[in-house]
């Protein structure tokens, strides 16, 4: 099973939008609406931000958001902050059962 | 609370095998699914394996077939990661996960440094 695959990094000013994609294929991301996002700050355990493609965990910023269309899903962070730096992965079932995306650095410039 | 407590780092040479556990609490602990994943230092989250807490059924990524096994003590709440024939490439941070439905990962455990070097 191939990882998904993500951008290396993504940029964005404080305040501003940005979009993290996660691409698979029919067997995993098209084929399964349980797509989830992960946050991961250096030297800590990551934590999820989204679940079944566009759900947020209780305590999860409204900021964050996910979609899906076709074999492509997408995590968008609104009114960037500071505290949004960090590492971001995707993750989606498939038959083998769970793979991860390849991960993006998202930098607020 | 959930928690999920793992044990502490572990040095190994290569060709031994390492044992990892994982204690459970805050929740009912047999109606769960509990991952296993690594990171490798600098690098991606990797899946390693799935089992179902209620009978201890397991499935693991093809990549470990043959070197990984999932067990699980219910009578403690604890979930133990066995890797053998340890290579330098499984020196990695080893994370317990609990699947908290739909494959949405909902606690992690804080991560156990195993380090193979002769």
């Known amino acids: 099973q191939s990882a998904l695959t993500q951008p290396a990094s993504v940029s964005g000013s404080p305040g501003q939008s940005i979009t993290i994609s996660c691409t698979g294929t029919s067997s995993d991301v098209g084929g399964y609406n349980y797509v989830s996002w992960y946050q991961q700050h250096p030297g800590k355990a990551p934590k999820l931000m989204i679940y079944?493609?566009?759900n947020r965990p209780s305590g999860v910023s409204n900021r964050f958001s996910g979609s899906k269309s076709g074999n492509t899903a997408s995590l968008t962070i609104s009114g960037l902050q500071a505290e949004d730096e960090a590492d971001y992965y995707c993750?989606?079932?498939?038959?083998?059962?769970?793979?991860f995306g390849t991960g993006t650095k998202v930098t607020v410039l | 609370q959930v928690h999920l407590v793992q044990s502490g780092a572990e040095v190994k040479k290569p060709g031994a095998s390492v044992k990892l556990s994982c204690e459970a609490s805050g929740y009912t602990f047999t109606t769960y699914y509990m991952h296993w994943v690594r990171q490798a230092p600098g690098q991606g989250l990797e899946w390693m394996g799935i089992m179902y807490l209620g009978d201890g059924s397991t499935i693991y990524a093809q990549k470990f077939q043959g070197r990984v096994t999932m067990t699980r003590d219910t009578s403690t709440s604890t979930v133990y990661m066995d890797l053998s024939s340890l290579i330098s490439e499984d020196t990695a941070v080893y994370y317990c996960?609990?699947?908290?439905?739909?494959?949405?990962?909902?606690?992690w455990g804080q991560g156990t440094l195993v380090t193979v070097s002769s």
């Open positions: 079944e493609v566009s």
């Open positions: 996960v609990r699947d908290g439905g739909s494959g949405g990962l909902d606690y």
């Open positions: 993750s989606s079932y498939t038959s083998s059962p769970l793979v």
